[in-house]
């Protein structure tokens, strides 16, 4: 268990729906630019915070309806993920497609298209943009993350370009993004690696006491995570923490194919 985002929702989510609704799970996601698992700067959001999309009853694995759970969530001020409101699924590809592209345009990642009743599987559909994004990240620390992330990301923008009936020019666009954020993430590594620089993920947390960011060192420990922590900025309302995690398959790779060894 994370020790930060464990604080943070302390902090953020308090104890008051879970005191009052001790059945129930809370379902959500921790964003913004001090998430140092995927930090994003794309949600309006200064530090982090958390946005609900499900409430599950414990004892039957079953989810509120979407009015059952604003209901309860609003009475403790907490956030729910955007609702782009409810379609006949004949016509809700088509406001699907009107949202991606707003979200794409947006740098956002997608929606999740769910049946109100929960009896059929939801299914989640991502902009280009966030595709193109995780590749460039994920090619980046290319031997840190497995083929299945890389592989589905790439077959999804090819299944949209199918599915949007692109052209010609708009097939091409799209192919020269899906390659320059494979191919420059890739190239910077191999030339940093190339002057003897170690390759990093470069994350921060947001701390109102530096203890917790003694809990998360050593949670980092723990995962056998290599990491340095090169700054802190003393904040008006708490500290910032910069830690640079070491990449170690991707530079331990990256160094041998320089060396002349075969992949």
């Not at 943070?8 to 799970?25: A, V």
């Not at 700054?231 to 991707?250: C, F």
């Amino acid at each position: 268990m994370c020790p930060y985002t464990t604080a943070k929702i302390k902090e953020k989510i308090g104890s008051g729906i879970f005191d009052e609704n001790p059945g129930l799970i809370l379902c959500g996601e921790m964003v913004g630019p001090d998430n140092p698992y995927v930090p994003q700067d794309t949600y309006d959001v200064d530090s982090v915070d958390f946005f609900i999309f499900d409430l599950m009853e414990k004892q039957t694995g079953s989810f509120l309806d979407i009015r059952r759970r604003r209901e309860i969530t609003g009475q403790f001020g907490l956030k729910n993920v955007n609702n782009y409101g409810t379609y006949e699924p004949k016509n809700v590809h088509t406001k699907a497609k009107e949202v991606i592209e707003k979200l794409d345009k947006e740098g956002r990642e997608g929606i999740l298209l769910k049946d109100p009743e929960h009896e059929v599987p939801p299914v989640k559909y991502t902009t280009s943009r966030s595709n193109c994004s995780d590749l460039h990240f994920a090619y980046r620390y290319y031997n840190d993350y497995g083929s299945d992330f890389v592989h589905s990301r790439v077959v999804r923008e090819g299944f949209q370009s199918y599915e949007w009936d692109e052209d010609k020019e708009e097939t091409r666009e799209r192919a020269v993004r899906l390659g320059k954020s494979i191919l420059h993430s890739l190239k910077k590594t191999i030339e940093e690696r190339d002057k003897g620089e170690k390759i990093t993920e470069n994350v921060t947390i947001k701390v109102s006491d530096l203890r917790t960011a003694e809990k998360f060192k050593k949670h980092l420990e723990k995962q056998a995570v290599e990491f340095e922590v090169k700054e802190i900025n003393e904040l008006e309302d708490g500290y910032r923490v910069h830690i640079s995690k070491v990449m170690r398959p991707t530079n331990d790779k990256t160094k041998s194919l320089l060396q002349g060894d075969l992949w």
